[in-house]
């Protein structure tokens, strides 16, 4: 399955010391927008982190998320590619 990412938009954090980066929102066929994802910077390199939500009970859950792992890696390259070009 090919997900097809029609648009990608980057917001630069501008913290030095912060592992957040960017907060991006990608949408898909021109139809569907997911906001929040976070652009984070770990110990082996960039990585993102889907939209999510504190439970009652404390815990952080995925409010959307892919449900494979091809569909995530489209999705983390395309976010990565745009926050690449983001800080040129």
Not at 21 to 28: V, Y
Not at 36 to 55: F, R
Request: hydrophobic letters at 35%; a negative charge.
């Amino acid at each position: 399955m090919n997900l097809n990412i029609t648009d990608v938009r980057i917001k630069l954090v501008a913290k030095e010391d912060s592992k957040l980066k960017a907060i991006a929102s990608f949408t898909i066929d021109e139809v569907f927008v997911v906001h929040d994802v976070k652009v984070l910077e770990g110990n082996n390199g960039l990585y993102i982190k889907m939209p999510q939500k504190q439970s009652p009970n404390g815990e952080y859950r995925d409010i959307a998320h892919p449900t494979n792992t091809e569909t995530r890696e489209q999705i983390s390259s395309a976010v990565l590619s745009a926050y690449e070009s983001a800080k040129q």
